[in-house]
């Protein structure tokens, strides 16, 4: 997934890569990668600014945050990255200031463009904050652990409260 600057053409450069899983280290208990990622694109020269344009697809293994179970979680995003030329400037952190483009926005080096960063940052900006196997997953019981997807408990979940809130079952209770 590096391009050398010097083989993109005045036209352009259409590529499709299929990058190795173990390329990305992602692999965690809770989120891994399954299939190898496959990238199709564009790169086009503006100047010494290079544009990548396409699109990426891949799937990982991640846990459910209800219920713990494992599921495969789809992944099929556009791909746009703005690379350019490293440039030393002696600018102190509280004077940089973030647009729209410099969140897309990657550099070079010695006339290659590397697209590892930019598509693994891409996966792991898709994956929700909470991941659900599905949106109506009932999660486990706060009793006996039991999926409640897979079945029915016989645990008493009325009268139980966690005795941090034990106060405000109070309050709720005044107010009936």
Same mark, same amino acid.
């Given at each position: ?9 005045e036209e352009g450069l259409d ?28 790169l086009e020269k503006t100047g *010494? $600014? ?6 990426? &697809? ?8 209800? /219920?713990?179970? +494992? ?13 350019i030329p490293r440039v030393e ?44 196997? *599905? $949106? ?6 706060? &009793? ?8 029915? /408990?016989?645990? +008493? ?20």
């Amino acid at each position: 997934m590096i391009f050398d600057i010097a083989e993109i053409y005045e036209e352009g450069l259409d590529f499709e890569v299929l990058e190795s899983k173990k390329h990305f280290n992602l692999d965690s208990p809770d989120c891994a990668l399954i299939k190898d990622v496959k990238i199709t694109g564009r790169l086009e020269k503006t100047g *010494r $600014e290079i544009l990548c344009q396409g699109s990426l &697809e891949t799937e990982l293994s991640v846990t459910c945050s209800r /219920c713990l179970e +494992n599921f495969n979680f789809a992944i099929q995003d556009k791909l746009r990255v703005h690379f350019i030329p490293r440039v030393e400037e002696d600018k102190s952190a509280n004077e940089l200031e973030l647009t729209e483009l410099d969140v897309e926005q990657e550099f070079y080096d010695e006339g290659r463009v590397n697209l590892y960063n930019p598509v693994r940052d891409l996966i792991l900006l898709n994956l929700p904050q909470v991941i659900l196997c *599905r $949106e109506d997953c009932a999660g486990l019981c706060p &009793e006996c652990g039991t999926n409640l997807n897979e079945k029915n /408990c016989d645990c +008493n979940k009325e009268g139980s409260c966690d005795p941090r809130l034990a106060v405000l079952q109070q309050l709720k209770d005044k107010l009936k």
